[in-house]
């Protein structure tokens, strides 16, 4: 799960990035507060690749996409681009972690059987 939803927000990272350059375009906005909100989101997703294996980090990850959606409210686009990234994160965590149970019933399945063998000998 976490390289899913870690190249999902680094992904993000990079919209959001070009999304306040798009931002900054708007005159009722000031480039402090713009890369102010920008800023902390970056960062939050930069962050949030090392607690994707927590639940607290896959919900901070929700949080962050509903902001994603919101910023359309400044830049239209983000309306669709910050759905087309709900839409990855949600499957990144759906199958990273379907990923992860298929590689804990591996690595089971290898200990019983290496046991297994080394018993036999």
């Known amino acids: 799960m976490r390289t899913l939803c870690s190249s999902t927000l680094i992904g993000e990272f990079f919209v959001i990035g070009f999304?306040?350059?798009?931002?900054?375009?708007?005159?009722?906005?000031?480039?402090?507060?713009?890369?102010?909100?920008?800023?902390?989101?970056?960062?939050?997703?930069?962050?949030?690749?090392?607690?994707?294996?927590?639940?607290?980090?896959?919900?901070?990850?929700?949080?962050?996409?509903?902001?994603?959606?919101?910023?359309?409210?400044?830049?239209?686009?983000?309306?669709?681009l910050g759905?087309?990234?709900a839409g990855l994160w949600w499957a990144s965590v759906h199958f990273g972690r379907k990923v992860d149970a298929a590689k804990a019933r591996f690595a089971a399945q290898a200990a019983e059987g290496g046991s297994a063998s080394a018993d036999a000998v």
């Open 19 to 80: 999304a306040a350059l798009v931002a900054m375009k708007d005159p009722d906005l000031s480039m402090g507060t713009v890369w102010t909100v920008s800023g902390i989101a970056m960062v939050l997703c930069v962050l949030l690749c090392g607690m994707v294996t927590r639940r607290s980090g896959v919900v901070l990850g929700w949080a962050l996409q509903i902001a994603l959606i919101a910023s359309g409210v400044v830049v239209p686009t983000m309306y669709f």
């Open 83 to 85: 759905a087309v990234f």
